[in-house]
C-alpha cells in the first residue's frame, strides 16, 4: 500500500532509547544539541514581532506564485546591502529553506536521477532528495587542519544521471565557507556538464570571525545556473515564521527556463503565508536583533570551548569559520555513539555523535554553540570526566 521512497526505519537508536529512559526517570537532560534559538534563553523582541504580524494579519489574499512583492524586494535589499545585485524577479519564496530544496528538486530532476551532496552533512539531503525519487551522491569534505570541499571528488562522483551539485557555505556542522575560488571552479564545473549548483547559505550571518573574512554570496554567480538557497529561520533566529527563498542567477537562457518552471512549482502549492510576507520587510529589521543576539550567544560560546578544550584536555575543538555547531574530537577508546550514551546515563547531557552527520573522524561529537555558555561550560567538564574515566 505505500511507498518505497518513504519506508525509512523508524526504529529509536540507542542515543534516543537513553533519552526516553532518562525522560521516563524524570531526571534532568541538559541538550547540547539545541539548534532552536527560541529556546535558549535568548531574548526575543516580542512586542516588536507581534506588531509586525499584526500588520500582516490585515492583508487580504492575493496569490503571487513567486512571493509577495515587497516582500521580495526586502530580500532584495538585504542582498543589495551586502553588495549583491539579485532582481526581486530572480526570488522565489518559500515556506522554509527545506521546501525551497524540494521546489528547485522538482525543477531539475526526473525519478532516478542523482544529486551530488556533501558528507558529513545535516541529515536533511537524505530525506529530501529520496522524497523526489532523486538518488543522493556522497561527495566529501576533508579535514586536515580546515575542512575543504574535495572537488576533485566532486568532479569524479558525476554521472550520465547527475542532475546537480549541492554545496552548503558554511557548511553545517563543518563550519566552513565555500571560497571564492572554490566557487569558481565549481560553477565552470557545472556550467561545462549542464549541471544545476545549489548553495545553501543559511548560516552565512555567522561568521567566527570577522566579517570580512566571509566570501561573496553565491547569488552573484552567473557562470552556471545557481539557486542560492537561504531563509529567516537562521538569518533572523526566526525558524517559527517558515520563510525561506531562493535566488536565481545563471545564464539568461537557463535562467529564464528555470524561473518559468519554478514558477508553476510555486503556484501549485502557494505555500508561504500572506502575514509573514507582509512583515518582512520589518522582519528584517527587527530580526537584526535577534541575530545579533545569536552572534553574541555563537561568542561566548566559543570563549567557553576555547577555556575548556586544548591544552592538557582530552578534547580538541576541530577548526572552523561560522555556524552554530562545533565538533570536538575525543579520545576513541569507543564508538562516538556509545559515548553520548555514557553522557546522557552518568552525565545527564546529550550530545550529537558525529555519525549522525556522517563525520568521516572517529571519536568525535557536535556540541551546539546556541547552548547557554554556562550549560556548555557544565557539558564539556561531563566529556572531560568521561574521556578521563574510560582512559584510566
Ligand atoms: C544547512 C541547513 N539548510 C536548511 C535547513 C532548513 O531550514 P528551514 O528551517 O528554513 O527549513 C537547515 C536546518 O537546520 C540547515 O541546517
Not at 137 to 153: E, H, I, S
Not at 189 to 218: I, K, M, N, Q, W
Not at 243 to 256: D, E, H, K, N, Y
Request: glycine letters at 8%; aromatic letters at 6%; a negative charge.
Amino acid at each position: 500500500m505505500f511507498s518505497t521512497r518513504t519506508a525509512w526505519p523508524r526504529e529509536p537508536n540507542a542515543l534516543a532509547l537513553a533519552v526516553a529512559r532518562r525522560h521516563a526517570a524524570g531526571l534532568p537532560l541538559s541538550d547540547l544539541t539545541v539548534s532552536n534559538p527560541t529556546i535558549c534563553g535568548l531574548e526575543y523582541p516580542v512586542a516588536a514581532l507581534r506588531d509586525a504580524i499584526a500588520l500582516g494579519a490585515a492583508e487580504r489574499y492575493d496569490p503571487a506564485p513567486r512571493g509577495l512583492r515587497s516582500a521580495r524586494e526586502a530580500v532584495s535589499e538585504t542582498y543589495a546591502r551586502a553588495g549583491v545585485a539579485v532582481e526581486p524577479d530572480d526570488l522565489f519564496l518559500t515556506a522554509g529553506t527545506s521546501e525551497a530544496y524540494a521546489h528547485v528538486l522538482a525543477v531539475l530532476c526526473d525519478p532516478g536521477d542523482e544529486v551530488l551532496v556533501p558528507v558529513p552533512s545535516y541529515p536533511l539531503f537524505d530525506y529530501l532528495l529520496r522524497l523526489a525519487g532523486v538518488r543522493p551522491v556522497a561527495y566529501p569534505l576533508r579535514y586536515d587542519g580546515a575542512w575543504q570541499v574535495d572537488l576533485a571528488a566532486l568532479r569524479a562522483a558525476m554521472t550520465p544521471r547527475t542532475r546537480a551539485a549541492i554545496v552548503v557555505s558554511p557548511h553545517n556542522p563543518a563550519g566552513v565557507y565555500l571560497a571564492a575560488d572554490e566557487l569558481d571552479a565549481l560553477a565552470g564545473f557545472c556550467a561545462e556538464r549542464g549541471l544545476g549548483l545549489v548553495v545553501d547559505e543559511v548560516f552565512r550571518d555567522y561568521p567566527h570571525g570577522r566579517e570580512s573574512t566571509v566570501p561573496p554570496s553565491a547569488a552573484a554567480n552567473s557562470r552556471c545556473l545557481t539557486f542560492t538557497l537561504d531563509g529567516i529561520s537562521k538569518s533572523l533566529g526566526l525558524p517559527h515564521y517558515k520563510l525561506g527563498w531562493i535566488a536565481l542567477s545563471g545564464p539568461a537562457t537557463a535562467r529564464r527556463e528555470a524561473a518559468g518552471r519554478l514558477e508553476i512549482v510555486t503556484d501549485t502549492y502557494l505555500s508561504a503565508g500572506t502575514p509573514v510576507q507582509a512583515a518582512l520587510p520589518a522582519l528584517f529589521t527587527i530580526g537584526a536583533r535577534i541575530r545579533a543576539a545569536i552572534q553574541g550567544r555563537l561568542r561566548s560560546s566559543l570563549a567557553v570551548l576555547d577555556a575548556g578544550t586544548g591544552g592538557d584536555s582530552p578534547l580538541t575543538v576541530l577548526r572552523a569559520d561560522a555556524g552554530w555547531s562545533a565538533i570536538l574530537r575525543v579520545p576513541g577508546m569507543r564508538t562516538d555513539e556509545e559515548l553520548a550514551v555514557a553522557l546522557v546515563e552518568r552525565h545527564g547531557q546529550l550530545v550529537h555523535p558525529g555519525h549522525f552527520f556522517d563525520l568521516p573522524i572517529a571519536g568525535s561529537v557536535v556540541v551546539s554553540l546556541l547552548a547557554e555558555p554556562a550549560a556548555l561550560a557544565r557539558g564539556l567538564a561531563a566529556l572531560r570526566d568521561e574521556c578521563a574515566d574510560v582512559s584510566r
